[in-house]
């Protein structure tokens, strides 16, 4: 229960730190140098704020450092952002569900499902074995 509860923490802090970074990135890089560029120069922030707070969510609900109850928590926190894209690319961009997955086989796109693997998986990567 504690994987599943900090998987939606950990998805809600890094999704707010994206919210935050998405319309800079939007606005300023994005014109300047391009949707895959933008994202480049974005990931790495994201990458580290992703394991900032899975590290803090780990020692706050004291996820275990069993390898099970981290990947929960990365699956929890994967699905509830896949879907939190897919409904913001819907609502927000007004695309259909089917251009919001079509987007997904862009580069940027590609990039960006590499990047929700990577979310998944640092529960998991920066377990602590005591």
């Known amino acids: 229960m504690r994987a599943l509860a900090a998987g939606a923490t950990y998805f809600l802090g890094v999704f707010a730190a ?13 014109p300047a140098v391009g949707e895959t560029v933008a994202f480049a120069v974005e ?14 969510v780990c020692r706050r609900d004291a996820v ?7 990947v929960i928590m990365g699956v929890v926190a994967l699905v509830l952002l896949l879907l939190a894209e897919i409904a913001g690319s819907v609502w927000l961009r007004g695309l259909s ?4 997955l079509a ?17 998944a998986a640092i529960p998991a990567l920066i377990a602590e074995r005591r």
């Open 64 to 70: 275990p450092a069993a390898i099970a109850a981290r």
């Open 18 to 30: 994206g919210c935050a970074l998405g319309p800079l990135r939007e606005r300023a890089i994005v």
């Open 103 to 119: 987007r997904y086989a862009t580069l940027p796109g590609a990039l960006s499902l590499a990047a929700f693997a990577v979310f």
């Open 97 to 100: 569900s089917g251009a919001a």
């Open 43 to 56: 990931l790495p922030l994201m990458l580290i704020v992703s394991v900032l707070v899975a590290r803090w």
